[in-house]
């Protein structure tokens, strides 16, 4: 992921509105804004996203049941984001990514730390859930556009 894009996605981990100054400022000329196929086919991923990935999957598929069933602690909530933000951060020192499948990545991410940041309650008490089925649905974009050998989608709540 070594891109412009990738040190404001460090930035980012520490203050979300560096993403909408990048926006505003990119004026919309390297990033889509919406998630697409390689003409038909999954991006590629590396080692570094993968494990990444993984590792955020398995903080969704642990915390997801405990928040649907209302029985997560506030604890709980801070201990899957302060996870998936350090699997981000590994994505970001190390994977490495054609430009364009980066770009489509990093439509992913934000989705992920919106999902964080509403888990670490910075949305309202009440949104903390919502924000660990947020990191559900991104991982689940995840696995409909990388490809990601063993993938499997979460299975979400209704």
């Given at each position: 992921?070594?891109?412009?894009?990738?040190l404001i996605l460090a930035i980012a981990l520490?203050?979300?509105?560096?993403?909408?100054?990048?926006?505003?400022?990119?004026?919309?000329?390297?990033?889509?804004?919406?998630?697409?196929?390689?003409?038909?086919?999954?991006?590629?991923?590396?080692?570094?996203?993968?494990?990444?990935?993984?590792?955020?999957?398995?903080?969704?598929?642990?915390?997801?049941?405990?928040?649907?069933?209302?029985?997560?602690?506030?604890?709980?909530?801070?201990?899957?984001?302060?996870?998936?933000?350090?699997?981000?951060?590994?994505?970001?020192?190390?994977?490495?990514?054609?430009?364009?499948?980066?770009?489509?990545?990093?439509?992913?991410?934000?989705?992920?730390?919106?999902?964080?940041?509403?888990?670490?309650g910075k949305h309202g008490e009440k949104k903390?859930?919502?924000?660990?089925?947020?990191?559900?649905?991104?991982?689940?974009?995840?696995?409909?556009?990388?490809?990601?050998?063993?993938?499997?989608?979460?299975?979400?709540?209704?």
């Amino acid at each position: 992921m070594k891109s412009p894009i990738t040190l404001i996605l460090a930035i980012a981990l520490s203050s979300p509105l560096a993403v909408l100054a990048a926006d505003a400022h990119d004026h919309g000329k390297s990033a889509p804004h919406k998630l697409e196929l390689n003409a038909g086919k999954k991006w590629g991923t590396d080692p570094a996203l993968r494990q990444a990935m993984s590792g955020i999957h398995g903080s969704v598929a642990h915390t997801l049941p405990a928040a649907h069933s209302g029985k997560a602690t506030p604890a709980d909530y801070d201990a899957f984001g302060k996870e998936v933000t350090a699997q981000i951060t590994y994505m970001v020192e190390n994977c490495k990514l054609d430009p364009k499948a980066d770009a489509q990545l990093h439509l992913i991410v934000a989705d992920i730390m919106e999902g964080v940041e509403a888990a670490q309650g910075k949305h309202g008490e009440k949104k903390r859930a919502t924000g660990v089925v947020k990191v559900a649905q991104a991982a689940n974009a995840y696995g409909k556009h990388f490809d990601h050998a063993g993938w499997q989608a979460i299975k979400l709540p209704h």
